[in-house]
Each structure stands twice: as C-alpha cells, then as structure tokens.
C-alpha cells in the first residue's frame, strides 16, 4: 500500500519542476523555511483535500457510471453532449466556484470514455476553459473575485452587472468554439450489455458527507469538517483515500511557495514599485502576464498593494485564468483528474488563441465602459 501511495509522487513531473524553481529561487532571496508554512493558503489545501475525498466518494461508488449512461443515451451526437457539459461547466462556475464545479464535472466527462467514444480529453480541455470563463461572472465564482468583491466596496448585483460583458462574450465565444471543434457525429455507445453495479450507501453518505464539509466551510471550520469527512470515509470505504491524488495537494502547496519566493525576488520587487503609476493598457498587460506566471490569485493580492479592486483589474486577472497552465489552479486540476499526459501540450492549443482573443474582448470592453 505505501509503495502505491508514493507511486504518484515519483512520476509527477510537474512537481519536480516546481521543486527545482523553489530551489533556484532559494538562490537569490533569504532562505527562511519557518515562513513557508505561512505561504501556503491551507484553506485552499482544506478545501481542495474534501472535495478529493467526496468527490471520489461518489466515483467509486459507480455512480457516475449509472449517470453517464443515462447522459450518453439522451444525446445524439458527440457535438450535443460536448455542449451540454460545456455549458453545465460554466454555470455551475458561477455559483459553486471553479474548482467544485470541476470536482463535479471532470469526473463525469471521465466515466463517458467507457460508455461511448467521446474525444473525452478535448471535451476536459474545453471544461477547464469553460469555468474560468463562467466563473468570472459572480463575486463568488473564484478566489480572485472574491477578494476583488471584499475590496471594491460593490453590492454582489453592481459586481456581477460590470462582469457581465466580459462573460458573455468569453462563454458564447467558447461555445461557439465547441460547436466547431465536436462534429455532429453519432455517439457510438459500446455499454448496451453491461449493467453497471453501484453502491447508493456510499453515494448517500458521500453526499451526507458533503454537506456536512459545506456547512464547515460556511462556519470557518474546515480543519474539523475535513477531519469528519475522513473519518467517515475511514469507517464506510477506506479505498477512498487510498485511491486519491494526494500529490497534487502537495504540488499547490508547492506552488503556494514558490510564489512567496519569486514575489521575493530583488527584480520583481523593484519592478512593482511604478505599479501605481502605469497608464491602463500598461495595468491591464501586467495583470494578464502575472497571472502566466504566478497564478491569478497570487497575482490579484499581489497588485491589491499597488491599485485599487477596479473593473480593469478583475478583468485583467479573470482573463489570465486562459493561457499557460499556471494562469488559474483550476487549470490544474482539471488536467490533473484527466490523467492523461497528451492533455497538458493539447491544452495550449486551445488557452492559447483564447488568451489571446480575451485579452483583445477584454480591452476594447474597457474602452467601451470607461
């Protein structure tokens, strides 16, 4: 078991590479381990380990099977059931957050490889496109928005009502992006014979577990809910929590450092000193290419030192989210839960161009507004 445990952390190469940029940034900023604990958002971390664990809760207990077959025979073609699932991403988004609603997602899309042949790898990577888009619509659709919200002084409708054109523009763009990349082609379903078994016992307490990690989130007591949901699990699956990605925990804690140490390095700091002073498209170009490299979230805090939570920064740092994989840790995890080594080239075939065109929407709405 603890050979199968430490299997995923040998062969993550990401996480190696993020452990080598820790360590060339260790060269030239002071070396102060104690503070890197402090670094790492653990209510992220929290978060994040009890939707692994809920969220497999119901993988294994085969449900998403029962639910996929049911999904694969409602729609026609491969192109109707790429756009519900887009369309559901990006909705979801909006309310629950990026990140759970790929906790909701990404699984599903997973379970439609074995009912049909669904090009299920694309179909994550429009997903993963798909939530930062729908998410940058509401105060509470990511991190970034919501600590854009705390500090703009803006009611939760005034938030959404000048996110609003940006959104709009990036979904319906993305979904017309979808409508060309799935053809109208038949769903071969190759499942008629098999029945699939599932366990409503584990989906029930899965879902009983859920709520109860949702009300502890609400309460700010992550830690003890995320302790409850283990312990359920310990006592109801155990193969629950043998069966999770635990290294990708470890690669945003990582992450979350590495951040620390590069937002510490002499250039960066000395550069960030004429933030204030840049001109719009000047402000709008850094919060696009920080959140390349250091994240979106990172970036947003970052820049909240400098300038004030306007509708050019939330624009900025929303549309950072497209691009290079680092610009949203939702992009993480999606192609994480794919578990396919294709996806991460693949994917900046399709963030990429839509980086791009973001940014060109995102401007000449700024100059439309302002």
């Not at 499942?191 to 029930?204: A, S, T």
């Not at 359920?232 to 951040?259: E, H, K, N, P, T």
């Not at 510490?264 to 550069?271: D, G, N, S």
Request: net charge positive.
């Amino acid at each position: 078991m603890l050979k199968a445990l430490a299997r995923p952390f040998l062969r993550d190469r990401f996480l190696h590479l993020l452990l080598l940029i820790g360590a060339a940034c260790c060269l030239s900023v002071p070396f102060r381990p104690r503070q890197w604990a402090g670094a790492i958002d653990w209510h992220t971390i929290i978060t994040l380990a009890g939707l692994m664990m809920l969220t497999k809760g119901v993988e294994l207990s085969g449900y998403f099977d029962v639910l996929g077959r049911r999904m694969v025979k409602r729609f026609g073609s491969e192109r109707q059931l790429a756009m519900f699932m887009v369309s559901a991403a990006a909705l979801l988004s909006t309310f629950l957050t990026n990140d759970v609603a790929l906790f909701i997602i990404v699984p599903l899309t997973i379970t439609l490889k074995k009912l049909c042949s669904m090009p299920v790898t694309r179909l994550i990577i429009f997903e993963a496109l798909a939530v930062n888009a729908g998410s940058l619509l509401t105060p509470i659709g990511n991190p970034q928005n919501i600590l854009l919200w705390g500090r703009s002084g803006l009611s939760f409708a005034a938030f959404t009502w000048q996110m609003a054109p940006l959104a709009g523009a990036m979904v319906a763009s993305l979904l017309a992006l979808c409508w060309f990349c799935f053809p109208k082609k038949a769903l071969d379903y190759h499942g008629h014979e098999k029945i699939h078994d599932w366990q409503p016992r584990l989906v029930y307490a899965s879902v009983a577990l859920y709520a109860v990690f949702i009300v502890s989130l609400e309460l700010k007591q992550e830690a003890w809910g995320l302790a409850l949901v283990a312990l359920g699990f310990i006592f109801l699956a155990r193969r629950v929590l043998i069966r999770i990605d635990w290294s990708l925990l470890l690669v945003f804690m990582v992450m979350f450092i590495d951040v620390h140490l590069i937002t510490r390095l002499p250039i960066l700091e000395h550069a960030l000193h004429g933030v204030s002073q840049l001109s719009q498209g000047g402000l709008f170009a850094l919060g696009i290419a920080l959140s390349q490299i250091i994240s979106n979230v990172p970036a947003t805090i970052l820049l909240l030192n400098y300038v004030p939570a306007s509708v050019l920064l939330a624009f900025a740092v929303n549309i950072g989210g497209f691009g290079l994989l680092p610009g949203s840790l939702a992009n993480l995890i999606a192609l994480r839960m794919a578990n396919d080594r294709r996806i991460w080239v693949r994917f900046h075939f399709y963030s990429l161009p839509m980086l791009l065109w973001a940014a060109l929407m995102g401007y000449g709405l700024l100059l439309l507004l302002t």
